[in-house]
C-alpha cells in the first residue's frame, strides 16, 4: 500500500518561498499522477483545492490558474520524491497542504477521485503573512 508523507511546511513573510517534498512508500510508476492540493481552514476536505499535479513520470504537469507562474511541481524518480517549490508566496496561500496521489484519468487534481481510489498524505502546514 502506498504511503505518502509530506515535509516542508512552514511561516514565511509575503514574497518568499518554501519547499515542500512528498516522499513515496513505493517507486512512482509512469501510471501514477502525484499532486497537491491545500485546504484552508474552516474548509471541508472536499473542498481542497488542487494545486497542481504531475504525471507521467513527469512528463505532464498541472497547475491552477492561481499559482501559475510561481510554483512548480517536480519529481525525482530516483527519490521517489515529489516537490513544491512556491515562490513569491502570498498570504491567500496559507493552508495546509496535502500530497495525493491517483490514477489517471483525469490528469488535473480532483478530491473526489483521491479520496475514492487515490492516497493522501497526512499534510503541512503553509503559513504566509503580509
Not at 520524491?81 to 496559507?94: A, F, G, I, S
Request: aromatic share 10%; glycine share 10%.
Amino acid at each position: 500500500q502506498l504511503h505518502l508523507v509530506e515535509s516542508g511546511g512552514g511561516s514565511v513573510r509575503n514574497g518568499g518561498s518554501l519547499r515542500l517534498s512528498c516522499a513515496a512508500s513505493r517507486r512512482i510508476y509512469n501510471s501514477d499522477c502525484m499532486g497537491w492540493f491545500r485546504q484552508t481552514p474552516g474548509k471541508d476536505p472536499k473542498e481542497r483545492e488542487g494545486v497542481a499535479a504531475i504525471c507521467d513520470g513527469g512528463d505532464n504537469s498541472w497547475y491552477a490558474d492561481s499559482v501559475k507562474g510561481r510554483f512548480t511541481i517536480s519529481q525525482v524518480n530516483a527519490e521517489n520524491t515529489v516537490y513544491l517549490q512556491m515562490d513569491d508566496l502570498k498570504p491567500e496561500d496559507t493552508a495546509a497542504y496535502y500530497c495525493a496521489s491517483w490514477s489517471p484519468p483525469p490528469f488535473h487534481p480532483v478530491v473526489v477521485v483521491v479520496t475514492a481510489r487515490g492516497t493522501w498524505g497526512q499534510g503541512t502546514q503553509v503559513n504566509v503573512s503580509s
